[in-house]
Nanobody, 111 residues
Framework: VQLVESGGGLVEIGGSLRLSCEAS????????MSWYRQAPGKEREWVAG???????MYADSVKGRFTISRDNEKNTVYLQMDRLKSEDTAVYYC??????WGQGTQVTVSS
């Protein structure tokens, strides 16, 4: 199993980023996929999840600003992040089947 995140970077407050997570080694289309994040000095927290019927769920802290989606043809899950805040700064991780983790991608939101 391999999960490879990309799309992180430095963005200004109020800006947008789209994270991608390309998966391999398991049946992507039948797997629940999630995004987590971990800020410095804090525990890793769940951000968003998407089930096999494309139903997305969100943590209250990102609801209305982030959108999770998936492309089963590309074995990829995305996290569109809009109206970013400084408190969104963290390493973002992709997770598959509540079991496998990616290596993470850094998102830094700065003024």
């Amino acid at each position: 199993v391999q999960l490879v995140e990309s799309g992180g970077g430095l963005v200004e407050i109020g800006g947008s980023l789209r994270l991608s997570c390309e998966a391999s080694g398991f049946t992507f289309s039948s797997s629940v996929m999630s995004w987590y994040r971990q800020a410095p000095g804090k525990e890793r927290e769940w951000v968003a999840g998407i089930n096999t019927e494309d139903l997305g769920m969100y943590a209250d802290s990102v609801k209305g600003r982030f959108t999770i989606s998936r492309d089963n043809e590309k074995n990829t899950v995305y996290l569109q992040m809009d109206r970013l805040k400084s408190e969104d700064t963290a390493v973002y991780y992709c997770r598959a089947r509540n079991l496998y983790w990616g290596q993470g991608t850094q998102v830094t939101v700065s003024s």
